[in-house]
Each structure stands twice: as structure tokens, then as C-alpha cells.
């Protein structure tokens, strides 16, 4: 047994593992996952780019090589220093890579390390090492010096991005464009404001409006670009970051298998670029089933950054706007370290050609040819000789100095060109005052330096991840119907599974169903296999939230009073499960009737009472029209003191709601009835929109608020009218010239392109209108010979058929510009152009 003294203390079992496992957890934070601020390198990163530096010739070397010299300075094995460094050959930074590295976008592996090689890029060999400046450490066995840190003059931590979990805490500092990182340097030297945004290799859209500077408690949302084929075909062209095309693929798979899409076949088809073709099913709205990718895949993921880096030997949550003032600090104060290490070596350049112009000038070589007894009679003479010149100089000589002298060559001495060291000294005076110059305007050094990055390293490296706003998708508006919803309206159950009772419809297992009972109860439950209501069911539908415009009429008779009242009322919220009663809430009450109208229609009806009643008129008319729309709590208006034997139709109601108005939000390519955006105007059920886009085409589509559209492509966007006649002005690419028809739509298919415009290369529609009578302004030349030359175009050209060229209206001219000559804005113009 353990003796007891030894289970309790500091040196005891438990005093021991305490100071271990703290000893672990900060060698794992420190050394292993979590990257230093000074460089942004974790120590594996940082030991790899060391051993490359080394072995660096300029030629690539095997990876199996780099890995090999890294095991000098790194103590976990081959495994962990491979992976790392295909890491950092996948950035496409620090390392030039040749062979299979994998792909980011597959999430293929590597080939194996004999077989692929690499070497140092010019970029990191300018910006990552300098021998002078760096502080330096022993190995992990001491026989080598490592760098500390390496000298980065460049935020390589927020171009690259870093991710690791260490004990008890992890890091996850996302990407950013190099670009807009040198850019936002050079703005904080300069004390202007700056913004910093991701930027993945693998593009796609991203939405930080609630990125936090990378902070905990941030999150990003990243988007698949999916793009409309045909109306039968979607594609994707990148995934987001953290995605490989499998696990994409994979995602839509199980998303289709669980009903929550329809689709025919997903086939991946990436080879250089990705592009994932998804077939749909017949009848499947394409609009849809992208929010429902968006909605139920991996095509759109969340991601949480958690900027977490080392300072001062110890970890600190950061954010990025931080970090990059700390890189760039960290920068300036490396690059005033080399101009005053450069300073000093020109200074002691300058000194010893001073020293070596008088030396021989002056003659005092020839002390060397006098006979001195011992040497340091001859050292002492020339120090000597050197005195009447201290002026010149701007130190002390030295004994060192002069024995570096002495060392020269002797046939040196007799071939030596005065002037030519007196035009190596004028040029070593012009650098010492560049150099001080530079140390006195530090900052415009600094920004000057990161201008040369700029110039030489920033092609080919513009964003690739577009920043757009994202709609917020609600999955139940775009979960397809998965499940059929059956009632047994007499025992008072609906559910999925009552697959022998009377079929309801189609809806999603995200749904919400609403349900009326005979007794005037009502209950809001969800889709479920078997879910009790309420005896003798009426009424059964998927509810919708919100919903202001479907209305229900109701008549039904007072237990207590045995008074009959009509209602009508909406349902726009309610608490799921909880049990409504929409009558007066007295015994034996029941519904005598109920409609529901979806846009608020009021019907006649015709009310027979009892035969057995006192009344004199055993039937009688009611209006529903007559009754306002208020809650589902209020108690209706009086319709008869007498028995009711049934009600009946007797002629059907017309819409009591007006049209709605709509909006287009072009942040979002969305339709909506929020006010975001242009308003489009009041739109019937039956109303149509008009989209007129700049590559020539034109489509007829109705209201539906699930489609998308691309803002950037729109020329035209109204509520269409197929009286209305459309002006167009168009490129004509082959004969380089201007076109402009005007023509009536004249198809009614919807949700089909129709090309209005000569088809050719190059082809493009420059504007269009459906102004009654469009005035176009066509300006030319600058200045004082600026011209502007108005043309009415309803008397310039004849109305024509859709299908027609027009008529030449001027050629093309790269100075000409043209715009609708507006005076004021007319109900039937088109709400955006």
C-alpha cells in the first residue's frame, strides 16, 4: 500500500499529477496548437519553414527531405511534420509545391511524401527570414539553434488562418484576402479606419454581418454558389469553406433520403473546378429546392471563429483588428531593425575605406617595407602614421583595423584606383543617408515596403469569396410535402400513419397543422405519426404563421343561450397544442357552419331553422359581408334567437382583401410583402411580373415569394401588362452598332426566358422601358464639346414584333453614353433600370 503522507502534498501522488497535468496543458497550448503572435506560425509550422531555409538552393527538394531535416528540431515524429507541411503547401503562400498535394475542394490526400516536392517561395524568403534579426534557442536535444519566432514583416496569421484544440481551450482564425490585409496594413500606419472580412481559397459567399472581428461569439455564414442550369438542372460551382465535394454530396444524398428535397441523381463532374450537377425531380420548383439546399445541406454552414493566439508566452483571445495592429507594429519595428543593423554595417564599410583611401594615399603602407624589430612596432607605427587624420574618420582606429590592412594583397596595393575609392566612399555617404532618412520616416517606410508586396506578390491573389447579405430561409417554406396527413374525423385523430382513414394532403414533416372541431374547438399541433384533435373534426389544413388574408366564417350556437352568432376571424398565431375554444365557451355549444376563404371572401348563405320553431320565417339570408374581420376570441354578432336545422350556400362570396403589395429586395434577389427594397406595387392572385435581364431575355413569372433573382442581371422588374409596349436599346456586337424596338409581349408561358434581341456575340441589352413615351438621351464628347442629342422613340420607330431586329439607332462609340430623359416619375415606368 501507498503510505498516506505520500497520497496529500506537493510531492505526493496528487500534488504530482496536479503539477503534471499543468505542466501538459501549457506545453500543448504553447508548443504545440496554438500559433504565436510575433510570425502566426505554430512550432511545427515555424521548425518546417526553418529546415527549408536551410536546405533552400533554389531547386525543390523531395518532401520526405524537409521532413527529415525538420525531425532535427521537431520531437513528434514524421507523421505530424507531414501533414503540417502539405497544410502549408495547400495555402499556396510560404511554399511552392510540385506533385499531387491533394485538393482543398475534394478533400483528396496527398501523394506521398517521396513523391511530391517543394521549396520556399519568393514571398516567404522576403518576408519570413533574417538571420540578424532573429532570436534564436536550442533544439530540443541542444545540438542546433532554432528561431524563437521568425521574422515576419508580413500578418501571415490572418492570410493563412489557423485552427488547433489544445487542454481546455482551441483557436479558429479564419483566412483573409492577401490583398485587402496589405491594403488595411497600410491604412492603420496611415490612422485611417479599416475592415477585415475572410477570404477562402475555395470562393463561394459569405455573410459576416455577425463576424465580431473574429472574436468568440462571432459566427459567419458560408454559402455554395448554386446556379440555375435549366429549369430541370442546378449546379454548384464551389462549396464552402471546411466542405469537400464528398461530404456535399453526401449531405444532399441524406437530405433527399429523408424527404427534405426531391431529386432525380446528384453527379459530381470537379476536375479543376468544382461543379456538382443535381438533376430535380419532375414538377420541383428549382427556386425552392436552392433555398432548400441552403436550408437542409452542407451548401450553406455556420462557422464560429475563435481567435486565440500566444503573447507573451501565455494565450490571449483576440480579435483580428488587433491582430493586425500587432503585425504591423511587430513589421515596423523589424524593418527599423534592419535599417539600423544596415547602418551600422555602412558605417563600418564607410570607415575601412576611409581607412584603406588614406592608407594608400597618404602612403603609410610603406611602414610595412620599413625593418620594425617585432610586429606590434609596425601596428604601432601605422597607428601612428593614421593620427594626423582623425578628423576624417568618425571613430577611433583600431588594432583590428589595421591588421585588416596589412591583410590586403600586396599586388592589391600598386593596382589601386584612388578615385575609385573615393566614388565607393561618395556612394556609401548616399546610402547612410537614405538609410537615416528612412529611420526618420519610419511610417512611410513601412508603407512603402508594404506597397512593394503589394506590386509583386497581388496578382492572381483578388478575393475569391463574394460578401453578401444573407436571407434568413425558414425551412418550413421550403421543405417539400414528404408525408401525407390522413383524419379520422368522428374518433377525432389525424396524423401521418392513419393511413386506412380519409386522405387530407401532402405537407412536410416540418409543418404545422391547424384543425377545427364540431364542438368549435380549434388546435394548432405538429405533423406526428397519430395526434388526438377532438371529436367530429370539420375542418383540417397545414397552418400558416402570420397568415392575415385567409379568413373563416363561422355560425354557431350558444349552449347556454341557445343564441346562434356569426364571426369571422384569422389565425394569424397560436400556441401549439393548446386547445381553443372560438365559441362563447358555454356546454353543448356547435359550429352550424364554417368557410375558410383565402382571400377573405364573404359568401351568402342561407340559414333554415328548426320546423318545430315559433319563428314566421322558417328561412333566411346572411351576409357575411356585413361582419367586420376580427379576432378568433370574439364572440360574433347575433343571427337568430331560434333553432337552426342547417345552413347552406347560397351564393359564393367575392374577395373582401385587397391585392398586396410587393416589394423587391435586391440585397437579396427576393420578393417580399416586408417593405424591404422597391416597391413593385399592388398585385392581384392572378397579377403577373414583368423581368426584363441585361443578357437580352425577358420572363413572365408570377408573385411566388420563393423565387430568387439576380438583382445584377435586372434591367426591368414591374407588374406586367400585356398592353404595354416595351422599348429596348440594345448592342449589336457584329455590325457595331446600336439597335432600338419596341414591341409587345406577346407570350403568357411562364417562368420561361424569351430572347427579344439579335442573337450574336457580344450581343447585350443596354436599357429598356415601358414608358408610354420614352425620351432617350444620348450624350458624346467632354468639356465645352459635350454634346447631348434627345430622340423620341415612339415617333422613331414603329411598334414591331417581339421577335424583330429594330432599327439602327447610332453607332457604336466608347465615348457615347445614354440615359432615359425622365422628367418625373409616371405610374407605369418601370420600377427598376
Known amino acids: 500500500m501507498v503510505p498516506k503522507e505520500q497520497l496529500n502534498g506537493d510531492t505526493g501522488i496528487s500534488g504530482q499529477y496536479r503539477s503534471w497535468f499543468l505542466d501538459y496543458a501549457s506545453y500543448v497550448i504553447l508548443e504545440r496548437a496554438v500559433p504565436a503572435v510575433e510570425d502566426g506560425l505554430k512550432p511545427v509550422q515555424r521548425r518546417i519553414l526553418h529546415s527549408m531555409k536551410e536546405m533552400d538552393d533554389g531547386r525543390f527538394n523531395k518532401a520526405a527531405n524537409i521532413i527529415g531535416q525538420s525531425m532535427q528540431y521537431h520531437p513528434h515524429?514524421?507523421?505530424s511534420i507531414g501533414d503540417a507541411l502539405v497544410n502549408l503547401g495547400q495555402k499556396d503562400l510560404l511554399i511552392e509545391t510540385q506533385g499531387n498535394w491533394g485538393d482543398i475542394n475534394t478533400g483528396d490526400e496527398a501523394a506521398a511524401a517521396r513523391y511530391i516536392e517543394a521549396r520556399l517561395s519568393k514571398f516567404a524568403l522576403e518576408v519570413a527570414f533574417n538571420e540578424k534579426t532573429t532570436e534564436w534557442a536550442l533544439s530540443y536535444d541542444g545540438r542546433k539553434n532554432e528561431p524563437v519566432t521568425l521574422p515576419m514583416k508580413f500578418p501571415l496569421l490572418l492570410a493563412q488562418g489557423a485552427e488547433g484544440i489544445a487542454v481546455g481551450l482551441a483557436t479558429?482564425?479564419?483566412?483573409?484576402?492577401?490583398?485587402?490585409?496589405?491594403?488595411?496594413?497600410?491604412?492603420?500606419?496611415?490612422?485611417?479606419?479599416?475592415?477585415?472580412?475572410?477570404?477562402?481559397?475555395?470562393?463561394?459567399?459569405?455573410?459576416?454581418?455577425?463576424?465580431?472581428?473574429?472574436?468568440?461569439?462571432?459566427?459567419?455564414?458560408?454559402?455554395?454558389?448554386?446556379?440555375?442550369?435549366?429549369?430541370?438542372?442546378?449546379?454548384?460551382?464551389?462549396?464552402?469553406?471546411?466542405?469537400?465535394?464528398?461530404?456535399?454530396m453526401d449531405s444532399i444524398v441524406k437530405a433527399n433520403d429523408l424527404g427534405k428535397i426531391k431529386?432525380?441523381?446528384?453527379?459530381?463532374?470537379?476536375?479543376?473546378?468544382?461543379?456538382?450537377?443535381?438533376?430535380?425531380?419532375?414538377?420541383?420548383?428549382?427556386?425552392?429546392?436552392?433555398?432548400?439546399?441552403?436550408?437542409?445541406?452542407?451548401?450553406?454552414?455556420?462557422?464560429?471563429?475563435?481567435?486565440?493566439?500566444?503573447?507573451?508566452?501565455?494565450?490571449?483571445?483576440?480579435?483580428?483588428?488587433?491582430?493586425?495592429?500587432?503585425?504591423?507594429?511587430?513589421?515596423?519595428?523589424?524593418?527599423?531593425?534592419?535599417?539600423?543593423?544596415?547602418?551600422?554595417?555602412?558605417?563600418?564599410?564607410?570607415?575601412?575605406?576611409?581607412?584603406?583611401?588614406?592608407f594608400f594615399e597618404e602612403k603609410i603602407y610603406k611602414e610595412l617595407e620599413k625593418k620594425h624589430k617585432e610586429w606590434d612596432d609596425v601596428?604601432?607605427?601605422?597607428?601612428?602614421?593614421?593620427?594626423?587624420?582623425?578628423?576624417?574618420?568618425?571613430?577611433?582606429?583600431?588594432?583590428e583595423d589595421i591588421l585588416k590592412l596589412t591583410e590586403k594583397p600586396v599586388r592589391r596595393i600598386y593596382r589601386l584606383d584612388i578615385e575609385e575609392l573615393n566614388a565607393q566612399i561618395k556612394k556609401i555617404e548616399a546610402e547612410i543617408k537614405q538609410v537615416k532618412h528612412d529611420l526618420a520616416n519610419l511610417t512611410d517606410f513601412a508603407v512603402a515596403y508594404y506597397d512593394g508586396l503589394l506590386k509583386k506578390y497581388g496578382k492572381g491573389r483578388e478575393r475569391k469569396t463574394e460578401l453578401r447579405p444573407f436571407e434568413s430561409i425558414q425551412a418550413k417554406q421550403v421543405a417539400i410535402a414528404n408525408v401525407k396527413l390522413y383524419v379520422n374525423r368522428e374518433d377525432g385523430f389525424i396524423g401521418t400513419g392513419?393511413?386506412?382513414?380519409?386522405?387530407?394532403?401532402?405537407?412536410?414533416?416540418?409543418?404545422?397543422?391547424?384543425?377545427?372541431?364540431?364542438?368549435?374547438?380549434?388546435?394548432?399541433?405538429?405533423v406526428a405519426d397519430k395526434v388526438f384533435i377532438g371529436k367530429d373534426i370539420i375542418h383540417i389544413a397545414v397552418f400558416k404563421k402570420n397568415d392575415e388574408r385567409t379568413t373563416y366564417n363561422m355560425i354557431y350556437l350558444d349552449g347556454k343561450s341557445k343564441m346562434s352568432y356569426a364571426k369571422r376571424f384569422n389565425v394569424t398565431?397560436?400556441?401549439?397544442?393548446?386547445?381553443y375554444d372560438l365559441?362563447?365557451?358555454?356546454?353543448?355549444?356547435k359550429v352550424h357552419y364554417m368557410s375558410v376563404n383565402p382571400n377573405g371572401e364573404a359568401e351568402v348563405v342561407k340559414i333554415i331553422l328548426s320546423p318545430s320553431s315559433s319563428a314566421r320565417n322558417k328561412e333566411l339570408d346572411f351576409y357575411f359581408e356585413t361582419l367586420e374581420v376580427k379576432n378568433r376570441g370574439s364572440m360574433g354578432n347575433q343571427v337568430t334567437k331560434y333553432p337552426i336545422k342547417t345552413v347552406k350556400v347560397k351564393e359564393a362570396g367575392k374577395a373582401t382583401i385587397t391585392g398586396r403589395k410587393i416589394w423587391f429586395d435586391d440585397s437579396f434577389g427576393r420578393l417580399n410583402e416586408e417593405g424591404k427594397g422597391e416597391l413593385l406595387g399592388m398585385f392581384d392572385a392572378d397579377d403577373r411580373l414583368l423581368v426584363i435581364y441585361s443578357d437580352g431575355n425577358y420572363e413572365i413569372t408570377d408573385t411566388e415569394l420563393s423565387q430568387r433573382f439576380d438583382a445584377d442581371k435586372?434591367?426591368?422588374?414591374?407588374?406586367?401588362?400585356?398592353?404595354?409596349?416595351?422599348?429596348?436599346?440594345?448592342?449589336?456586337?457584329?455590325?457595331?452598332?446600336?439597335?432600338?424596338?419596341?414591341?409587345?409581349?406577346?407570350?403568357?408561358?411562364?417562368?420561361?426566358?424569351?430572347?427579344?434581341?439579335?442573337?450574336?456575340?457580344?450581343?447585350?441589352?443596354?436599357?429598356?422601358?415601358?414608358?408610354?413615351?420614352?425620351?432617350?438621351?444620348?450624350?458624346?464628347?467632354?468639356?465645352?464639346?459635350?454634346?447631348?442629342?434627345?430622340?423620341?422613340?415612339?415617333?422613331?420607330?414603329?411598334?414591331?414584333?417581339?421577335?424583330?431586329?429594330?432599327?439602327?439607332?447610332?453607332?457604336?462609340?466608347?465615348?457615347?453614353?445614354?440615359?432615359?430623359?425622365?422628367?418625373?416619375?409616371?405610374?407605369?415606368?418601370?420600377?427598376?433600370?
Open 77 to 79: 515524429g514524421d507523421a
Open 172 to 248: 479558429k482564425i479564419l483566412p483573409h484576402n492577401f490583398c485587402e490585409l496589405i491594403e488595411a496594413s497600410i491604412k492603420y500606419l496611415r490612422g485611417k479606419k479599416f475592415e477585415l472580412s475572410p477570404d477562402f481559397q475555395t470562393g463561394g459567399m459569405a455573410d459576416t454581418s455577425n463576424y465580431n472581428e473574429g472574436k468568440r461569439g462571432g459566427k459567419i455564414r458560408v454559402r455554395s454558389r448554386i446556379e440555375e442550369l435549366d429549369k430541370k438542372t442546378l449546379v454548384i460551382r464551389d462549396v464552402p469553406y471546411g466542405v469537400t465535394t464528398t461530404q456535399l
Open 263 to 358: 431529386i432525380k441523381k446528384v453527379t459530381d463532374k470537379t476536375s479543376a473546378a468544382v461543379e456538382i450537377l443535381i438533376d430535380l425531380a419532375p414538377g420541383i420548383s428549382p427556386d425552392i429546392t436552392t433555398d432548400a439546399l441552403y436550408a437542409f445541406t452542407d451548401c450553406e454552414v455556420s462557422i464560429s471563429p475563435n481567435a486565440c493566439v500566444i503573447v507573451d508566452h501565455k494565450p490571449k483571445f483576440i480579435g483580428v483588428h488587433e491582430l493586425l495592429r500587432l503585425s504591423v507594429d511587430n513589421t515596423r519595428e523589424l524593418l527599423k531593425k534592419e535599417l539600423e543593423i544596415k547602418l551600422k554595417e555602412l558605417q563600418d564599410k564607410w570607415h575601412y575605406t576611409s581607412l584603406e583611401r588614406i
Open 379 to 399: 601596428i604601432n607605427a601605422i597607428s601612428k602614421a593614421f593620427q594626423p587624420f582623425a578628423k576624417q574618420l568618425k571613430r577611433a582606429v583600431t588594432r
Open 498 to 526: 392513419l393511413k386506412k382513414d380519409e386522405f387530407v394532403t401532402d405537407c412536410s414533416d416540418l409543418d404545422d397543422i391547424i384543425a377545427f372541431t364540431k364542438s368549435g374547438k380549434m388546435k394548432v399541433v405538429k
Open 573 to 579: 398565431g397560436v400556441t401549439r397544442e393548446k386547445e
Open 583 to 589: 365559441t362563447k365557451g358555454s356546454e353543448n355549444s
Open 714 to 833: 435586372i434591367i426591368v422588374m414591374e407588374k406586367f401588362d400585356p398592353e404595354k409596349i416595351i422599348t429596348a436599346i440594345y448592342l449589336d456586337n457584329e455590325k457595331m452598332q446600336y439597335n432600338v424596338k419596341r414591341f409587345r409581349i406577346e407570350t403568357t408561358t411562364l417562368h420561361n426566358k424569351f430572347s427579344f434581341i439579335k442573337e450574336g456575340e457580344g450581343n447585350r441589352l443596354e436599357t429598356a422601358t415601358s414608358d408610354n413615351e420614352p425620351v432617350i438621351a444620348i450624350s458624346s464628347g467632354r468639356g465645352s464639346q459635350a454634346k447631348t442629342q434627345k430622340i423620341k422613340l415612339a415617333s422613331f420607330v414603329e411598334v414591331m414584333g417581339w421577335k424583330a431586329v429594330g432599327a439602327k439607332l447610332f453607332d457604336f462609340n466608347k465615348s457615347v453614353s445614354m440615359a432615359w430623359d425622365v422628367k418625373k416619375k409616371k405610374d407605369n415606368q418601370p420600377s427598376l433600370f
